[in-house]
C-alpha cells in the first residue's frame, strides 16, 4: 500500500506563488506516474499535472499551462507542485495521486490511478 500526504497549501493574494509537495511512503518502490489533481466546490475533479516515474514527461492543463510546474525527487518519495501567478479561480483542494502501473509516461485518466492523498486546500484572494 502507499501513503500520500500533501502539505504547503494555504492562502495567498491573486498573483502570488506556493508549492505544495506530496510525499509518499509505503511501497514506494513501486511508483510510476503521478499526478495533482484539483476539486472546487460545485465543481468535477480535474486533472492539473501529471507526471512520468523518471520525471521526463509532463502534462498540464490548459488552464495552469505556463503558470504551474509539476515536479519530482524520486529520492526523496516526493513530488511538488509550484504555482505561480496565482488566480482566484485556482481557489481548490489539490489532491496527489499515484498510478502503480504506468512506467512509461504521465497518466490523465484519474480512474487509472490507485492511491490518493487527502488533499490540501489551497485558497487564492482577490
Known amino acids: 500500500q502507499v501513503q500520500l500526504v500533501e502539505s504547503g497549501g494555504g492562502l495567498v493574494q491573486a498573483g502570488g506563488s506556493l508549492r505544495v509537495s506530496c510525499a509518499a511512503s509505503?511501497?514506494?518502490?513501486?511508483?510510476?506516474?503521478m499526478g495533482w489533481f484539483r476539486q472546487a466546490p460545485g465543481k468535477e475533479r480535474e486533472i492539473v499535472a501529471a507526471?512520468?516515474?523518471?520525471?521526463?514527461?509532463?502534462y498540464y492543463a490548459d488552464s495552469v499551462k505556463g503558470r504551474f510546474t509539476i515536479s519530482r525527487d524520486n529520492a526523496k518519495n516526493t513530488l511538488y507542485l509550484q504555482m505561480n501567478s496565482l488566480k482566484p479561480e485556482d481557489t481548490a483542494v489539490y489532491a496527489c495521486?499515484?498510478?502503480?502501473?504506468?512506467?512509461?509516461?504521465?497518466?490523465?485518466?484519474?480512474?487509472?490511478?490507485?492511491?490518493w492523498g487527502q488533499g490540501t486546500q489551497v485558497t487564492v484572494s482577490s
Open positions: 495521486a499515484v498510478d502503480l502501473h504506468n512506467v512509461w509516461t504521465y497518466t490523465v485518466d484519474p480512474t487509472k490511478y490507485d492511491y
Open positions: 507526471i512520468s516515474r523518471s520525471g521526463g514527461n509532463t
Open positions: 509505503g511501497r514506494t518502490g513501486s511508483i510510476y506516474a
